[in-house]
């Protein structure tokens, strides 16, 4: 018997061509997150030690007031990168529209000051736009 000949594979169209989701950004492992935090912890404790007190003049207040900037200089680092690292993987995915669930279109980055619980922290991400319904979201929420 002679060999079915093969099945060309249709060609895409240069519309569905056109359609592809951009290459998603690779996020950060937890030692590369890990690394950057323990850098940053480290210049906040050093600028702690060369600004303190000596140990015979400083109160418990000022130990406490240095203890607690230590703290919200930490809590911010560890925020920032993981909010970035966060809207890092949020460009993986391209986003549905929360109102009318259509495809939303990417419209550039934008630059936000968001406020959390440990302070505000800069975020630089993708914002996007629904065409369909005019909602625009700057993910993650």
Request: glycine share 4%; charged share 35%.
């Amino acid at each position: 018997m002679p060999a079915k000949p093969a099945k060309a594979k249709p060609k895409k169209s240069v519309q569905e061509t056109a359609k592809k989701k951009p290459a998603p950004k690779r996020t950060s492992t937890n030692a590369e997150i890990k690394a950057r935090l323990m850098t940053k912890a480290e210049a906040v404790i050093d600028e702690l030690l060369a600004k303190r007190k000596a140990p015979e003049d400083a109160s418990l207040e000022d130990i406490e007031q240095a203890a607690l900037q230590l703290g919200e200089q930490l809590e911010q680092a560890v925020t920032l990168e993981l909010v970035q690292d966060s809207a890092a993987a949020v460009e993986r995915e391209w986003p549905t529209c929360p109102q009318c669930g259509a495809r939303m279109k990417a419209k550039g980055k934008r630059r936000q000051r968001i406020v959390t619980e440990t302070g505000e922290v800069p975020v630089e991400r993708e914002y996007y736009h629904c065409a369909a319904c005019g909602q625009g979201i700057f993910p993650p929420r």
